[in-house]
């Protein structure tokens, strides 16, 4: 059977559908509408629009999808999950709520799989199998979406930018049913994808309390370990270590790193005052920031955030390791206590996309009796290291 490009709007890009001719949507249609090629055939669609929203964040209620996806594809698939066909949206349609996407199919039961951020020009992940309308077979088994990597098995990308609306995943599904009542008045009803993101911002901070204004972030490495670069069409990650085996390579560098300024030492040497500051001695923090795949409690034992430093050296004349903790179940201990309406730990992990975590040295030690993660303070006795 041939795919057949069907054209739906000017911007709106669809590859066909490998489905039973199309004469079959009249079905069950009345015969009065339908009987002749020469009668109007208005009345023998069926179908339906999708709207698309992104309210699985920190702030339920509030719809992101405008002022974060920049393209969204619908991968439409049957209830065994052979691919059917897929439709896109690049254009600025998308940044008004009332974007709704057509979806004109013969009627049946389709379970669709969507995705945001895999089909802009400036997309951050790779997307395999890349159907096209030649395509023959395919299967919601086969969809493999990957955080690219350079030879050493490292990402040093920036995933989603906020500010540029560029990058990011968010992925969703919705099974629907399509009945010969799905055109009425003109119009086809309107289902609702619910979308969530996959990609996290994580930056981590260091703070040196016993000389503030020598921090300086090249004489740090950081890095994040974590078996997320590949997430199937189910949303989770396709291992590629064993279950409670070591990692084989996989790491996030970060994308960007700088120093910052957060105030002065006094004439007597202490920080946090207003008073008598000598601008000549800064108090200075190293910054880091990372993008990541998505976050999932069954890494809570694999995944690690690491940071060495050049200033030391270890017993093998390697840098020195200072901070190295399970980043996933520092991440979960950050619930606040108003967070009951949030069901899950993995949950949490969902919503919250952006992770802030500072971490105080002593002469280049860490300070290990606590952890800022965003504005809650994880102390080390609450939290077992080598989980």
């Given at each position: 059977m041939k795919f057949k490009s069907v054209k739906i709007s000017n911007k709106l890009r669809r590859t066909a559908i490998g489905l039973p001719v199309l004469g079959a949507l009249c079905?069950?249609?009345?015969?009065?509408?339908?009987?002749?090629?020469?009668?109007?055939?208005s009345d023998c669609r069926t179908g339906i629009n999708l709207a698309f929203i992104y309210d699985y964040h920190m702030e339920p209620g509030a719809n992101a999808f405008p002022a974060n996806v920049d393209c969204v594809t619908v991968y439409v698939f049957d209830p065994q999950g052979n691919y059917l066909t897929q439709l896109t949206e690049t254009s600025d349609e998308l940044r008004d709520e009332n974007y709704r996407m057509p979806l004109e199919l013969p009627e049946g039961s389709y379970h669709l799989v969507v995705y945001g951020g895999t089909t802009c020009e400036d997309a951050t992940v790779e997307f395999t199998p890349g159907w096209t309308s030649s395509t023959t077979s395919g299967h919601k088994n086969d969809i493999l979406v990957t955080v690219p990597t350079d030879a050493n098995g490292e990402s040093a990308?920036?995933?989603?930018?906020?500010?540029?609306?560029?990058?990011?995943?968010?992925?969703?599904?919705?099974?629907?049913?399509?009945?010969?009542?799905?055109?009425?008045?003109?119009?086809?009803?309107?289902?609702?994808v619910n979308l969530m993101k996959d990609t996290n911002h994580i930056q981590v901070i260091l703070q040196e309390l016993?000389?503030?204004?020598?921090?300086?972030?090249?004489?740090?490495?950081?890095?994040?370990?974590?078996?997320?670069?590949?997430?199937?069409?189910?949303?989770?990650?396709?291992?590629?270590?064993?279950?409670?085996?070591?990692?084989?390579?996989?790491?996030?560098?970060?994308?960007?790193?700088?120093?910052?300024?957060?105030?002065?030492?006094?004439?007597?040497?202490?920080?946090?005052?207003?008073?008598?500051?000598?601008?000549?001695?800064?108090?200075?923090?190293?910054?880091?920031?990372?993008?990541?795949?998505?976050?999932?409690?069954?890494?809570?034992?694999?995944?690690?955030?690491?940071?060495?430093?050049?200033?030391?050296?270890?017993?093998?004349?390697?840098?020195?390791?200072?901070?190295?903790?399970?980043?996933?179940?520092?991440?979960?201990?950050?619930?606040?206590?108003?967070?009951?309406?949030?069901?899950?730990?993995?949950?949490?992990?969902?919503?919250?996309?952006?992770?802030?975590?500072?971490?105080?040295?002593?002469?280049?030690a860490w300070v290990s009796t606590r952890v800022v993660v965003n504005s809650w303070v994880v102390r080390i006795n609450d939290i077992e290291l080598n989980q």
């Open positions: 079905l069950g249609m009345s015969m009065s509408s339908c009987e002749s090629l020469y009668d109007d055939q990308k920036q995933l989603h930018d906020i500010d540029t609306r560029t990058g990011g995943l968010f992925y969703g599904t919705l099974d629907v049913t399509i009945t010969e009542k799905d055109f009425t008045m003109g119009t086809f009803r309107t289902e609702t016993s000389q503030p204004d020598q921090m300086n972030h090249e004489d740090y490495d950081f890095f994040i370990d974590d078996d997320n670069f590949t997430l199937n069409g189910y949303n989770n990650p396709v291992y590629t270590t064993s279950r409670g085996g070591a990692l084989t390579g996989k790491t996030y560098k970060p994308f960007a790193r700088q120093n910052r300024i957060m105030g002065y030492v006094d004439a007597e040497g202490r920080t946090g005052t207003q008073v008598e500051e000598d601008p000549s001695k800064p108090v200075q923090v190293a910054c880091a920031e990372f993008s990541t795949s998505r976050l999932v409690t069954g890494h809570a034992a694999t995944s690690r955030l690491r940071v060495t430093t050049s200033l030391e050296q270890d017993k093998d004349g390697n840098d020195k390791e200072i901070i190295n903790i399970p980043l996933i179940t520092y991440l979960q201990a950050t619930r606040g206590f108003g967070d009951t309406w949030i069901k899950s730990d993995q949950e949490y992990l969902d919503r919250q996309s952006r992770w802030n975590l500072m971490f105080f040295l002593q002469r280049n």
